[in-house]
């Protein structure tokens, strides 16, 4: 057993000050209380607070920024940019995928995140063949996270077509399945070799309404177990090619023909209308945001001010990892209601709660469950003590009382202010940095170097 002493800890009920937590071996919580023992084995001059899950990611599109952000393709739109994606897509071989994963998910770590979900669809050889291990790339992933100290939901990712009952593009090759059967048995697979491995999870996802036929759709969210997530309605040209194709809006599609509930995870959900807002409000789906990526695509704004006074359920994932910090998303999207709304009240303020810690609490809570985790509180016995931790030494923070302290970190604070991650109990990160960093350094540039 082991005690460790905080400054503070956060609850979803509010600060604990101090906080003194408990642990076992394996980083377990046994308990957490305001009043400890005279014997401290740690004592961390610091704020604690859940650490973030990621709940968006496409690992290899780390390296994107670096390799296309002057190419022809930079400049035009979303769909022009995808084929930058898919040059860097067909050229990355399994190696090179878990070198660019170990450093994005040693980055995330440092700046908060401590689990993933990683939304894949890079299954397949340079020619779209199956490998001699048809999980291949999905194990690469999972071992790269797994070697950093990352928790990880691995979704592979159903693709078969290019639209809307359009056979796939020849740059698409390494995505598509052929059918249903090889991708439920690449899943199945999966799950079975990571069962009993506590920070590492399966879910199932399907790329997009354009990618798939729809009775795969409705099959693959309504009978699959666990946590489901898809794309959608992304770009209006999916809006206006799903009206064409399927006679109604992608949202309101799969709202009339899946059981559509709290398992439900549409990642993006831009461009959708009032009425769309409430079926996703009736169906208690999450929707997963990335502004800063959205940003970056010109993809617009999620109606979040309507979505939030309806009680929406949301969270946040960095996708292809344009920038990488948690408390950044949640300015983004905060600022970028209060430019269109031209008021300065934070997240539309639309809860009795306090409004940053309801943002906090949709980030952190449904952040969770889109991962396949189930819990009631941000820290509680038998959950693994994993957490972010900002100097409570910092001249930003030392003087500030808890009343403020939480709005305080998301809005002033950087990374320069965090003293490091636990996760499980142990620092993964301390002083800005991961233990193995020098290694995973030099490999990924040696593998951005292959890749130029």
Known sequence: ??????????????????????????????????????????????????TVTNAHSHAFQYAMPLLAEDSKFAAADFWHWRHAMYALANKINPDQLECVAKRVYAEMLRVGYGWVIEFHYLHHDHKGQTY?????????????????????????VFYKNSNFHTQALQAQRRFIFDGLDSYLKLVEGLTTRTSGLEKVKIGCGVHSMRAADMADIIYLMNQQQGPKHLHIAEQIKEVDDCLT???????????????????????????????????????????????????????????????????GRWCIGS?????????????????????????????????????????????????RLAAGIKTDDYFAQDQALDCLV???TSGLLDTINLEHLLSTLIYRSDCHDLLGTLISGQWQITNQNHPDMEHIESAFKKTMLELR
């Open 1 to 50: 057993m082991k005690v460790l002493r905080f400054d503070g800890l956060l609850q979803k009920k509010g600060w604990i000050s101090p906080a003194y937590i408990r642990i076992n071996a394996a980083g377990q919580i046994i308990s957490i209380s305001a009043h400890g023992p005279t014997n401290v084995d740690e004592i961390v001059p610091g704020w604690a607070l859940p």
């Open 319 to 367: 996708d292809s990892h344009i920038r990488l910090n948690p408390f950044e998303e949640l300015r983004w999207l905060d600022y970028c209601q209060r430019l269109v709304h031209e008021h300065c009240i934070p997240f539309c303020n639309a809860q009795t709660m306090h409004p940053v810690a309801y943002a906090f609490e949709q980030v952190i809570s449904n952040g």
């Open 390 to 392: 900002f100097s409570s």
């Open 132 to 156: 001699c291990n048809p999980a291949e790339m999905s194990e690469r992933l999972i071992h790269a996270a797994t070697e950093v100290g990352m928790g990880i939901t691995l979704v592979p």
């Open 245 to 311: 194709a399927l006679g109604a809006r992608p949202v309101q599609w799969l709202c009339e023909h899946v059981n559509v509930n709290e398992n439900i995870n549409l990642i993006h959900a831009i461009h959708i209308n009032s009425s769309e807002i409430n079926q996703l409000l009736s169906a208690k789906a999450n929707v997963v945001l990335c502004p800063s990526t959205e940003a970056y695509l010109g993809d617009g704004l999620f109606p979040l001010s309507s979505y939030v006074l309806g009680h």
